[in-house]
Structure formats: structure tokens, C-alpha cells
């Protein structure tokens, strides 16, 4: 009785998820401004990746290796490649989203001249560059925005300028050639007009942001949204809404990756980067404990559900061949992140007997890893950001030294010990349903 009262509150606990998040998850998920933040970032991987690799040559502190680089003079040729990548990722971010943008307005065929008019723009408003005297210079460019500072004001710009020239698009407002005309050519043309008028429009944006007490469009964007967002990411409470967000969006069968990792990336890579700067520099204290990395590195071990632990209950516990089977085909994933064979194989999800420790797992990681960051047991992450499918131990090596990869271990097996219980219950009446069938059979 009390069973069916129980399997009764979690239907109608599913029920009321189906008629109020789920509709709300859909529409983000398929939210074109969401969307295109987050392909844009994609497109930006190959340059992150260098970037991140290039800050790890640089900071790694080990004193034989710093002073082997550094009388060599190799440390400055590392110090380019951060120079140009992470330290100029805006530059490449409003480009790469301008574009992503475009292309969600179904603008594809003029996709990469919006992503040019977006750069321009973004390099049309950073304020002047500073003389050694203190004084503005015309001629000169403040290149403090090109890195994480101007991330904000890269992703508005690249939402808004396609927006305002998909406008002249659908308007016809375009300069038209004959159909003989190569369409590289055509493509040209049709974007004078609306490049010129958004031009226009963004200088004199840039001349009224100059008489506002922030002196800039970058200034004032990075002023206004700086500290309350800024307030949002160093808050645990933020991050752990995420992480329940997320687990509890795949429990009902949506992509809660696709839902939660836009606002992971707008609120949290500025501090990895602000991290990887500080990394590379060779600071003694990193700024920021929480930041995107920490996703893939702590709390999503293994993919949604955290299941590393469960996947090895299925290859060291299970007496039934279906979860034997499972077990083996969903470890090599499991350990490089991907959790879909689990989630749909097994399935995790809507399984109403694994909701408690697909939810609980991902939150007690988070929770005991932001615990042992601050009291010191765990160094704060060097903001490095990895490939998907980076494996467990390598990318808590890479992220935060051995002390990381440790504690990617252990939880691993903190994993292991919440879902066993639970596994184990699954897996007896999987034995049973196997018992029946070969009887039948």
C-alpha cells in the first residue's frame, strides 16, 4: 500500500513537471539568442582549446621547468599564443555568435558578413587607447576588452547586429545585381546598405556612451552587468539551481545540457578566464572558485546523473546479463562524459526508482567539492577549458593537478556508494524478469 501510495505521488509529481517545466525548458531550449551564444562558443573551441594549453605550458609550477622555459625564452613565444587566444577571445566571440546568430534568423546565406559587421562593431565601440601621459589617443585601442572584460558586450553585439540587419534583409532594403553576377559578389553588395546604416547607428551609440560616467559602450556594459552578474556566479545557490535544473530536465527526457549550458557559459567562463589569466601570469591565489569547468570536472562526472558510479555497479554488482551487458557497452562513454547510453539504455530516465540518486548525486558533488575548494584541500581550478570527452583523472589533472584528480575519485565513488542501494533493486527484478523468461521460454 504504501508502495502504490508512493509510485501515485511520483506520477503526479511527473505529471505536474510535464505541464510546467517542461513546456518552459522547450521554449529555452529552442530560444534563437540561447542558441546562438552557445554555437558561437562552440565555434570558438579549437581557439580555446590553444589557448588553454598555451596557459598551461606557461603557469604549470614546476621551478626546474619555469626556469628551463624562461632562460630558453620560450616562455615569451607561449606568452603570444595566450596573447592572441584567450586574452583576445571577444574579439573572436563576436564574430563566432554574430554569425551562429545569423544563422538562427535564417540569414545563412549572408551569415559570415554578419559576422564580420558584427566584429566591426564591437571594434567600432572599445574606447581609445591611453598614452604613457594618461591622455586618450585617436589612433589607438584599448585592448583590455578583447579578453574577458568584453565578453558581455561581445555576445549583446552579436545578438543585436543581426538582428538589426536581418531587418534589411527581409525589408529588401539591399543593394540588388543582375543575375549573371557571381553570388560572392551579389552577397558584397547586398550588404553595403545595411552595414553602412548599422555603422552610423553604432557610432553614434559609441559618441552618447562617451557622455554617460562610464566613458564607453564597454565600459558602461561591463559596469552594469559586471556586479549583478557577478553576484549570480559567486553564489553556490545559483550554481547548485543549475545542476538541478539540468539533472532534473534529463529525468524527463530533455537535453538539459541544451537548456543550462548557455547560462553556464555567460556567467561562468569569464571566470575560468579570469583564472587561466592568473594561471599564466604565475599567480600564487586563483580569483574564482566557481567557474564553467568545474561542470564537466566535479559535478557532471561522467554526464548528467553523474553515473561513473553507476555504470561501475553494473560491471561489479549486477547479476542480471541486461545490466552485465549495459555496464560494459556505457563505461568507455561514462569515463569520457557521454551518459546517453545510461540515461536512455538503462533508462535513468522518467525510471522512478533512480530519481532520487540521479538528482542527489550531482548536487552532494557539488556541494562537498565547493566544500573542500574553499577550506584548501582542493586547489581552485586553473580555468582550462577541455574537449569534450576528456577523460575523468586526466581532466582533473589538467584542471586543478593531482590533487584534482584525486578527488575526482573520490567521487567516483561517493557515486558508487548513492546509487548501489538503488541499483540493486533494479537489478533483482531484472534477475527475476530474465528468471521468468527463460522459464517461458
Given amino acids: 500500500m504504501c508502495t502504490r501510495e508512493k509510485r501515485e505521488e511520483m506520477e503526479k509529481f511527473q505529471a505536474l513537471m510535464e505541464k510546467t517545466l517542461v513546456p518552459f525548458a522547450t521554449k529555452l531550449s529552442n530560444n534563437n539568442v540561447l542558441k546562438a551564444i552557445s554555437g558561437g562558443f562552440g565555434m570558438l573551441l579549437p581557439i580555446i582549446m590553444v589557448g588553454a594549453i598555451a596557459s598551461l605550458l606557461s603557469g604549470l609550477s614546476i621551478a626546474p621547468y619555469q626556469e628551463f622555459i624562461t632562460a630558453n625564452g620560450l616562455k615569451d613565444v607561449i606568452s603570444y599564443v595566450t596573447t592572441y587566444t584567450t586574452n583576445m577571445l571577444s574579439l573572436y566571440a563576436a564574430f563566432a555568435i554574430g554569425k551562429s546568430m545569423a544563422e538562427q534568423l535564417d540569414c545563412e546565406g549572408q551569415s559570415s558578413i554578419i559576422g564580420i559587421a558584427s566584429l566591426l562593431v564591437f571594434l567600432l565601440l572599445i574606447p581609445a587607447g591611453v598614452a604613457a601621459d594618461g591622455t586618450a589617443v585617436a589612433n589607438m585601442i584599448d585592448m583590455t576588452y578583447f579578453g574577458s572584460a568584453g565578453l558581455f558586450s561581445a555576445m549583446i553585439i552579436g545578438v543585436v547586429v543581426p538582428a538589426i540587419y536581418s531587418v534589411f534583409i527581409k525589408k529588401n532594403i539591399t543593394i540588388k545585381m543582375p543575375d549573371g553576377v557571381p553570388p560572392f559578389v551579389s552577397k558584397g553588395f547586398a550588404g553595403i546598405i545595411p552595414v553602412l546604416c548599422i555603422t552610423i547607428l553604432f557610432v553614434v551609440v559609441r559618441q552618447l556612451c562617451t557622455l554617460t560616467p562610464f566613458g564607453s559602450f564597454d565600459g558602461m556594459i561591463y559596469g552594469l552587468l559586471k556586479a549583478p552578474l557577478a553576484s549570480l556566479s ?92 549495459l555496464g560494459k ?73 593531482w590533487q584534482a584528480a584525486v578527488w575526482q575519485a573520490v567521487l567516483v565513488a561517493l557515486q558508487f556508494a548513492i546509487y548501489f542501494p538503488f541499483f540493486k533493486m533494479l537489478d533483482k527484478q531484472a534477475c527475476a524478469d530474465e528468471q521468468a523468461a527463460a522459464k517461458e521460454a
Fill in 329 to 401: 557497452m556505457a563505461i568507455a562513454p561514462a569515463l569520457c562524459g557521454v551518459s546517453e547510453p545510461v540515461v536512455f539504455g538503462m533508462p535513468l530516465m522518467l525510471n522512478v526508482m533512480m530519481f532520487i540518486p540521479m538528482i542527489l548525486t550531482p548536487l552532494l558533488s557539488f556541494v562537498l567539492s565547493y566544500a573542500v575548494t574553499s577550506f584548501g584541500l582542493v586547489p581552485v581550478l586553473n580555468g582550462m577549458q577541455l574537449q569534450t570527452g576528456t577523460p575523468v583523472l586526466l581532466s582533473g589533472f589538467l584542471t586543478g593537478g
Fill in 234 to 325: 559567486e553564489s553556490p545557490l545559483t550554481f547548485g539551481l543549475l545542476v538541478l535544473l539540468c539533472n532534473l530536465l534529463w529525468f524527463f527526457g530533455i537535453h538539459g545540457g541544451m537548456v543550462t549550458m548557455p547560462f553556464i557559459t555567460m556567467l561562468y567562463m569569464p571566470a575560468a578566464l579570469e583564472n587561466l589569466d592568473a594561471f599564466a601570469a604565475g599567480a600564487a591565489a586563483l580569483p574564482n572558485i566557481l567557474t564553467n569547468t568545474w561542470w564537466f570536472t566535479f559535478v557532471q562526472l561522467g554526464g548528467s546523473g553523474g553515473i561513473i558510479g553507476l555504470v561501475l555497479c553494473m560491471l561489479f554488482v549486477a547479476k542480471s546479463e541486461r545490466y552485465k551487458s
